[in-house]
C-alpha cells in the first residue's frame, strides 16, 4: 500500500499534552488544581507545541477514584470550576489553536449516579436493567469468579433485593449495562452534548470493557491480569457498540477518539482504529507500560531494552498504513517517565529524559506528553502506605501483605510504579509548595521541586522542555514532518541491549534515530552515508555514523543519504 492511501486527518500530525486537572494548576488557593489555573498556564503549553490537550475527567463526582467516578455527566465538579469556566478553557485554548479532548467514562458511573440510585430502589424500577445486576449462585456466593482492579471481587451484594452488581473498578463505580440501548442512547446523547460545545474529541476510559457476554461465565485464566478480562475485554460486542457510536455521534464531527484498552495486541489495533471499520481514531496499548512489571500480582521485573524495541516496532510495522498509533511513556497510571526508563540522578535526570523524549517522538503515530514531562519530574519518595492517595496503590499493598511480603519491599514496589508519583503536584517555580498552590496542596509536592521547575525549563535553552519543543517542531514542520507522522519504520539491530536504533523514511528522505539506553560509553556503526545532523541532546559534533560513540544517553537524529 503506498503513502498516499492513508487519508490524512488532522490528528495524525497532532501532538496531545495530558492535565490531571487536580495536580495541574490551583488558582483559588483551596490546595485543588482547576479549571481557570488550566487556563492561567495555557501558553507553557502553546509554548512546547502541542496542539491538543487531554483532559482528565472534571465532571460532577465524589472523588471516590479521583474524578473517574462520574456522579453528573452535564456537570462540572465544584472543585474545578463551572461549566462557563469549561466554556471559557475550550474559548481559550480554541484561541491559541489548541484543541481540548475529555475523558469519555462510560463504561461505570459513580453509585452516587442518580441512574444508579433509581437502579438500586429494586427489581421492578425501569433503570434496574441500566447496570448489571445478578442473583447469588445457589451457595449465596458472586455471580461468577470474575476480579476487579480495585477490589478482589468484582461484584458486591445489595442486601435489600439479595442481588450482586457488577464492578470492575471500585464498588463505587458499578458498570454500566451496555447491553440496554436506552444506556446507550442516553451516553450518545451526552456526547453530543459536549462534542457541540467543540470540543476536538474523547479519549476514551476502557473503552474496551464495556461489551459483557449474556451468560457471565467463570474465568479460566488467572495469570495475565485480572480474572475475567478474556469475556469482557475486546470482545466482538465492544467493536458493535463502538460502530453504533460511531454512526450516532462520531461520524458527525471532525475529531480525535482514543481508547484505553488493555490486553491489546497489534491486531486488536487494527480493529479498533483501521478507518475502514469506522470505530475510532487510535488506541492506548499497554504492551510496553508492562516490560518492567507484573501489575496485578505486583511483581516487579527488570526493564527489558530488547522486549521493548521488539514491542514498539510491532505496533510501528503491524499499524502502518492498516490504522493509526498512539505513542506515549507515561500517563496519570504511570509512574514518571525518567525515574522508569531513564536515569533521575543529578548527572544524566536532563540528558536521559531527553534521549526518551527523542526515541518516542520519532516515531509514527499521535504523541502524548504527560503533564510534567517536559520538565522531567521525578518520582517522589513515600516512606509508608499511609502517605499514599491511590486507591490502586492501597488495593496493591494489601495484596502484597497476604502473600507474606515485608512491608518494606511493599513500599519499594510501590515507590517505582505508584500512580501517586504522576499525581503529585506540577511544579511551576521555586516558590512555596512550586507555584502550585497558595494553600496546602491536596497531596505533598515532591521536594525537589526547588531546582525541577517549569520556570527554571522554560528560561534554560538547554532543558527538556526545549528539547521537546524541537521534536514536536520536527513532527509539524515542512522539513521533516512527512517522514516523521507517515513514514515507513525499519528496527536496526534487534539483539543491540544498549542502544536503540531505526529508520524511518518517506518520499526519498531517511531519518536515522540512535539512543543509547545506558549509563555508559557505546560505540557502534551504521553503513549510512550521513547527510545532517538533525537533533542531538548532546553538543558534540558528528561527522560520521558509520563510526559513532555514544556518550550515556545520548540520542541523536540524524538525516541520511
Not at 39 to 61: C, F, M, R, T
Not at 116 to 142: A, C, L, Q, V
Not at 319 to 333: A, F, I, T
Amino acid at each position: 500500500m503506498s503513502n498516499e492511501q492513508l487519508e490524512r486527518r488532522w490528528w495524525h500530525n497532532a501532538v496531545v499534552y495530558q492535565i490531571y486537572p487536580r495536580s495541574f494548576n490551583d488558582s483559588n488557593g483551596d490546595g485543588v488544581g482547576d479549571i481557570p489555573g488550566i487556563i492561567e498556564k495555557l501558553d507553557h503549553i502553546k509554548g512546547l507545541g502541542a496542539n491538543v490537550i487531554w483532559l482528565s475527567p472534571v465532571y460532577q463526582s465524589p472523588m471516590d477514584d479521583n474524578g473517574y467516578d462520574i456522579s453528573d455527566y452535564y456537570e462540572i465538579a465544584p472543585e474545578f470550576g463551572t461549566m462557563d469556566d469549561m466554556d471559557e478553557l475550550i474559548k481559550q485554548a480554541d484561541a491559541r489553536g489548541i484543541k481540548i479532548v475529555m475523558d469519555l467514562v462510560v463504561n461505570h458511573t459513580s453509585d452516587e449516579h442518580p441512574w444508579f440510585k433509581e437502579s438500586k430502589k429494586g427489581k421492578d424500577n425501569p433503570k434496574r436493567d441500566w447496570y448489571i445486576w445478578k442473583d447469588p449462585k445457589e451457595d449465596g456466593s458472586e455471580p461468577n469468579n470474575w476480579e476487579s482492579f480495585f477490589k478482589p471481587k468484582a461484584w458486591t451484594l445489595d442486601e435489600e433485593s439479595g442481588q450482586y452488581y457488577l464492578h470492575l473498578f471500585s464498588n463505587k463505580q458499578p458498570d454500566l449495562n451496555w447491553a440496554n440501548p436506552e444506556v446507550r442512547e442516553a451516553v450518545y446523547e451526552m456526547m453530543h452534548f459536549w462534542l457541540k460545545k467543540g470540543l476536538g474529541g474523547f479519549r476514551m476510559d476502557v473503552i474496551n470493557m464495556i461489551g459483557k457476554p449474556s451468560d457471565f461465565p467463570d474465568a479460566s485464566i488467572f495469570d495475565e491480569g485480572v480474572a475475567g478480562w478474556e469475556h469482557w475485554a475486546n470482545n466482538m460486542l465492544c467493536h458493535q457498540y463502538l460502530r453504533e457510536m460511531n454512526e450516532k455521534v462520531l461520524s458527525h464531527y471532525d475529531v480525535l477518539t482514543v481508547g484505553e484498552t488493555p490486553f491489546t495486541n497489534t491486531m486488536d489495533g487494527r480493529f479498533y482504529s483501521d478507518p475502514g471499520r469506522k470505530e475510532i481514531s487510535m488506541i492506548f496499548q499497554f504492551e510496553h507500560v508492562s516490560i518492567d512489571r507484573e501489575e496485578h500480582n505486583a511483581v516487579r521485573k527488570p526493564f527489558d531494552l530488547l522486549q521493548y524495541k521488539s514491542i514498539m516496532s510491532k505496533w510501528q510495522d503491524d499499524l502502518y498504513q492498516k490504522g493509526w498509533n498512539s505513542v506515549y511513556w507515561s500517563n496519570h497510571d504511570q509512574p514518571r517517565t525518567v525515574s522508569r526508563y531513564g536515569n533521575d540522578g543529578d548527572e544524566y535526570r536532563v540528558i536521559s529524559a531527553k534521549m526518551l523524549g527523542t526515541v518516542l517522538h520519532m516515531m509514527s503515530g499521535t504523541p502524548y506528553i504527560y503533564q510534567g514531562e517536559e520538565l522531567a519530574m521525578t518520582n517522589k519518595h513515600f516512606n509508608n502506605i499511609e502517605e499514599f492517595n491511590d486507591l490502586m496503590a492501597k488495593f496493591h499493598y494489601q495484596k502484597m501483605m497476604d502473600r507474606g511480603i515485608e512491608p518494606a519491599e511493599a513500599i519499594d514496589f510501590l515507590n517505582h510504579f505508584s500512580r501517586d508519583h504522576a499525581r503529585v503536584p506540577v511544579h511551576w517555580d521555586a516558590s512555596d509548595n512550586a507555584g502550585f498552590t497558595s494553600g496546602t496542596p491536596w497531596l505533598p509536592v515532591n521536594p525537589n521541586y526547588t531546582e525541577i521547575n517549569a520556570a527554571q525549563a522554560v528560561s534554560d535553552q538547554g532543558s527538556v522542555y526545549h528539547h521537546y519543543r524541537k521534536l514536536v517542531e520536527l513532527r509539524q514542520g515542512d522539513e521533516y514532518g512527512d517522514v516523521v507522522v507517515y513514514g515507513k519504520h525499519q528496527l536496526l539491530d534487534p539483539e543491540d541491549s544498549k542502544v536503540y536504533a531505526y529508520l524511518r523514511f518517506y518520499d526519498g528522505k531517511t531519518l536515522l534515530v540512535v539512543a543509547n539506553f545506558s549509563g555508559e560509553v557505546q560505540s557502534r556503526a551504521y553503513d549510512h552515508q550521513l547527510k545532517k545532523v538533525v537533533l542531538n541532546n548532546y553538543a558534540d559534533d558528528i561527522s560520521d555514523v558509520r563510526e559513532l560513540t555514544l556518550s550515556p544517553y545520548q540520542a541523536c537524529i540524524f538525516e541520511i543519504e
